[in-house]
């Protein structure tokens, strides 16, 4: 069975929004992570992936995040295992979708 296998859906979108944050990371903005939004020329909606905190210290557990403080973390940074796994996973969804 590979990694990809093992993987629950949340955890997937918490990785994959993370893989696709600016280094990697999110930052604390209320009650979860989110990835900063690009900057935009025009205004409008911008859609944004939340992970909660009991999300990430799951995937933190699991050695796939690092957390910038162990009590109050305000960042959430993909390690280089998370980093591969979510590469793993964005390649298996687009071999999907063809």
């Known amino acids: 069975m590979n990694a990809t296998a093992r993987v629950t859906p949340q955890e997937r979108n918490a990785l994959l929004a993370a893989l696709q944050a600016p280094n990697h990371t999110l930052r604390r903005f209320g009650s979860g992570f989110v990835a900063p939004p690009p900057r935009a020329a025009t ?3 911008v859609q944004a992936h ?3 905190k009991r999300m990430a210290l799951r995937l933190q ?3 796939l995040v690092q957390l910038d403080d162990e009590y109050c973390p305000s960042s ?3 390690t ?3 980093a ?5 996973l964005l390649q298996a969804a687009n071999e999907a979708t063809r």
């Open 43 to 45: 205004s409008g909606t």
């Open 61 to 63: 557990r699991a050695d």
């Open 50 to 52: 939340n992970v909660t």
């Open 76 to 78: 959430l940074t993909l």
């Open 84 to 88: 591969a796994l979510a590469r793993e």
């Open 80 to 82: 280089e295992e998370g």
